[in-house]
């Protein structure tokens, strides 16, 4: 196997943006920004009873480059490592990594700014690390069982320390844990807030209940223990919600979100007042509808009253001016002894 080689001499290699190779009798195209699993030396597993897939270091792609001065040479790749739960847990002296790891989600890694020149042969596979911005409602969602980082560790000689440590929920001060929490966002308080400390909650609809509720679900995330498959429940709803509304927008169905960005675990969460308002908006409607009814029969009815009043009015004038014609025209027939 290659040496690795030092900083300085890797540095004078040239660099290469992609790199196609043979690992384990299989090509794999390797990119400078792209993360992958690198297979650990059996002396520095963390966890033996862990899966394959935790048991694999992951690394972030920093740099690919490449001896071509001598023909044969397998390429190097400069790499920024990952670190999992097992590692953080294993770091038992340090305070800090210890109050954390208790709220690190079963793929949840950090990104430390420790790094290494590994042989490109000792890489196993790529993968697709997501970045959780807990800052964002939009955050891009993570299906269960993807890997993703949130938070960054700064490795030291002497101690490591955590930095971009989550927010804590506004109501029990703990921090956000995807696999064991559910949390509901509160957009005039702007905090997340435990289900366990605010009660759950409970509402149900379908498909027949239309876009506009679904665009009224509440901002929750977390998978409160379950095991329900999703790619909302780690980041939240947030990205439904901007879906629906766009579907909205666009003249769509909700058929078209349904059954691959939904899932009837979200509907199952939704907040009763949610329910309730739309309600209120419907009862309002149709209240409104038939108080505009009532008073435009209302209407109606003093516009025949009067066309009535009016039209017994002209026919009480028209036979009183009958009758007075009748009567003068008698009196002239026979004379009038008042007459002049």
């Known amino acids: 196997m290659q040496k690795i080689p030092s900083p300085k001499i890797f540095q004078s290699f040239k660099r290469w943006k992609k790199i196609v190779t043979c690992v384990g009798g299989e090509e794999y195209t390797f990119e400078e920004g792209t993360d992958i699993f690198v297979k650990p030396a059996e002396d520095q597993i963390t966890d033996p009873t862990?899966?394959?897939?935790?048991?694999?270091?992951?690394?972030?792609?920093?740099?690919?480059?490449?001896?071509?001065?001598?023909?044969?040479?397998?390429?190097?790749?400069?790499?920024?490592?990952?670190?999992?739960?097992?590692?953080?847990?294993a770091m038992i002296k340090n305070k800090q990594c210890q109050e954390i790891y208790p709220y690190l989600g079963n793929t949840e890694l950090l990104l430390s700014d420790h790094r290494d020149i590994v042989l490109v042969q000792?890489?196993?596979?790529?993968?697709t690390i997501t970045f959780f911005d807990e800052n964002s409602l939009k955050a891009r969602p993570i299906k269960k069982g993807h890997w993703y980082y949130r938070m960054t560790l700064i490795t030291g000689k002497k101690t490591n320390i955590i930095k971009d440590i989550p927010s804590l929920s506004g109501c029990c001060g703990s921090i956000y844990n995807?696999?064991?929490d559910r949390q509901r966002y509160c957009p005039k308080c702007q905090a997340w807030y435990d289900e366990k400390c605010i009660g759950p909650a409970h509402a149900t609809i379908n498909e027949d209940d239309g876009l506009e509720l679904l665009g009224e679900i509440p901002y929750i995330r977390g998978y409160d223990g379950s095991h329900e498959s999703g790619n909302w429940q780690i980041v939240g709803t947030g990205n439904i919600k901007q879906k629906a509304k766009s579907v909205i927008r666009k003249g769509g169905k909700l058929s078209d979100l349904w059954s691959n960005d939904i899932g009837e675990e979200v509907i199952a969460h939704?907040?009763?007042?949610?329910?309730?308002?739309?309600?209120?908006?419907?009862?309002?409607?149709?209240?409104?509808?038939?108080?505009?009814?009532?008073?435009?029969?209302?209407?109606?009815?003093k516009k025949k009253q009067r066309k009535t009043a009016k039209a017994t009015a002209k026919?009480?004038?028209?036979?009183?001016?009958?009758?007075?014609?009748?009567?003068?025209?008698?009196?002239?027939?026979?004379?009038?002894?008042?007459?002049?």
């Not at 001065?69 to 999992?84: D, I, R």
């Not at 309002?284 to 009532?294: E, F, I």
Request: aromatic share 6%; hydrophobic share 40%.
């Open 178 to 180: 995807p696999d064991l």
């Open 122 to 127: 000792c890489c196993i596979d790529d993968i």
């Open 270 to 301: 939704l907040i009763t007042k949610i329910t309730a308002k739309v309600t209120a908006k419907v009862t309002a409607k149709v209240t409104a509808k038939v108080t505009a009814k009532v008073t435009a029969k209302k209407k109606e009815q």
């Open 315 to 340: 026919a009480t004038a028209k036979a009183t001016a009958n009758i007075t014609a009748k009567a003068m025209a008698k009196v002239d027939q026979h004379g009038c002894k008042y007459k002049v």
């Open 50 to 89: 862990e899966e394959l897939a935790h048991r694999t270091w992951k690394a972030h792609i920093l740099e690919l480059r490449r001896d071509d001065s001598k023909p044969g040479q397998s390429p190097f790749m400069m790499v920024q490592w990952y670190y999992s739960p097992s590692d953080i847990k």
